[in-house]
């Protein structure tokens, strides 16, 4: 997906949590500091609820807790997040990450501040598709498979496909149990970038 602005005119926060990544960008002409607490405030409350925790920290790569107003300030990245009385379990990692693009990440999040509000890029262009829709796509020379809510045209990927024909068993469905319980190591929007052309509804 491009950028709303060229990367090169943005500034960027990276977060980290467990083997999950967030990406918070915004345009420093258009953006004031409050907005960018608001927009890391709007993330954490985001995590609370994901982790169904009280609360989290947010902490620098030696570990010390740092404020929403120092990162947002000093735009400290990355930014490890630790939530202590997380109900959800988290996997943490205590190794110290030098390069986070040689990092295998489970989930990617990637958000940007735009006109003072904090949306969501991986979905903000995304179509929804109805699952009535979704189930005509089930030849081979049309088919759509849905992954995490998201749907792929994979017509053109099977000859691709290291499994073969096995991809044709989900067309025109939810194909997420049956990805995961293959390859739970991959991440869907990697191994089919280009692919994604919609939201399941």
């Known amino acids: 997906m491009e ?12 977060f980290i949590y467990g083997k999950r ?4 960008r915004w345009n420093p002409e258009t953006t004031t500091e409050d907005m ?4 890391i405030d709007a993330i954490g409350r985001r995590l609370i609820e994901y982790f169904s925790a009280s609360f989290i920290n947010f902490v620098n790569e030696r570990g010390r807790i740092v404020y929403i107003d120092a990162i947002a300030s000093e735009i400290i990245s990355p ?4 939530a202590p009385d997380a109900k959800k379990n988290l996997i943490l990692t205590e190794i110290i990450i030098q390069d986070l693009k040689c990092c295998k990440f489970d989930k990617k999040q990637f958000f940007v501040i735009k006109n003072s509000k904090l949306i969501e890029e991986n979905i903000i262009e995304l179509k929804e598709i109805s699952w009535s829709e979704i189930a005509k ?4 020379k049309d088919c759509w498979i849905v992954l995490n809510g998201k749907v792929y045209n994979v017509t053109d990927y099977i000859k691709k496909h290291p499994g073969g024909d096995v991809i044709m068993k989900s067309v025109g469905k939810d194909a997420t149990l ?4 293959h390859h739970p190591w991959v991440y869907p929007e990697t191994a089919m970038k280009g692919l994604c052309i919609g939201i399941a509804r």
């Open 3 to 14: 950028s709303i602005c060229p990367e090169t005119q943005n500034h960027y926060i990276e």
């Open 79 to 82: 930014v490890f997040i630790r």
């Open 21 to 24: 990544y967030i990406k918070l």
């Open 137 to 140: 796509h089930t030849k081979r």
């Open 36 to 39: 960018v607490m608001d927009a």
């Open 178 to 181: 049956l990805f995961n319980q």
